[in-house]
């Protein structure tokens, strides 16, 4: 299911729209500040933001730059705000779309379908070298095809998808396996880092691209 992060101080706005939104098959949460719109970001995964211009701990602009830092998740801003240099400054930080309030239901339905098409369409993921095929689910790296199990395969593509941010254990074994102890134990992630280290990196025991963080977790660094 698709889920959407709604950042938006007004209850009632927020209710109406994630009643609406539920409709269409989308699952929306919701977030009053930009501290807590952040933090959801951070840790969970999400397909889409519905950004509040003004909110009550800052404003869009500032919470969209630190979006830009780590994500290119799509942002559709909805302000109240009305000058065009705010949309200009708006798309210049990064905001996919931009909606002036009061905005029609449909017409916002309509641009974040739109949205999420063109999030999809990319389906070729290219990153330190390493090409990762969404349609056939095949890494290749110099032309050379690297053999990955699906696990592995699943592993790499989320790293790379969040590259240059750093995923805790329970992140990816929730994305990657779930959080109901279907995984073998608790060292299911390190083990199948270790594999995919034996595949991509020249030198496994120092590697480049694939980090540990340690005592938060790991990242895909690219460079």
């Not at 630190?66 to 009305?82: G, Y």
């Not at 390493?130 to 989320?158: A, F, G, M, P, W």
């Amino acid at each position: 299911m698709t889920k959407i992060l709604m950042i938006e101080d007004d209850t009632d706005l927020q209710e109406g729209l994630a009643f609406s939104l539920k409709l269409e098959g989308y699952q929306t949460t919701c977030s009053n500040t930009c501290r807590d719109g952040l933090h959801l970001l951070n840790t969970e995964h999400f397909d889409l933001v519905l950004l509040d211009c003004n909110l009550p701990d800052g404003n869009g602009f500032d919470l969209c730059s630190q979006i830009r830092e780590h994500s290119r998740i799509p942002v559709l801003m909805l302000t109240a705000r009305d000058t065009e240099m705010d949309e200009v400054k708006a798309l210049e930080l990064g905001v996919d779309d931009y909606m002036r309030k009061p905005f029609s239901l449909a017409v916002l339905k309509a641009r974040i379908k739109k949205l999420l098409q063109h999030k999809e369409q990319p389906e070729t993921i290219v990153s330190n070298g390493i090409s990762i095929d969404k349609n056939l689910c095949t890494v290749t790296q110099q032309n050379r095809e690297i053999v990955c199990s699906q696990t592995e395969y699943r592993l790499l593509l989320y790293l790379v998808e969040n590259r240059n941010k750093v995923l805790s254990k329970e992140q990816i074994l929730g994305h990657i396996w779930d959080n109901s102890g279907k995984y073998v134990d608790d060292n299911t992630v390190s083990v199948n880092i270790r594999r995919l280290r034996t595949k991509i990196e020249e030198d496994p025991s120092n590697p480049r691209y694939l980090k540990t963080v340690y005592g938060l977790g790991y990242l895909w660094k690219e460079e």
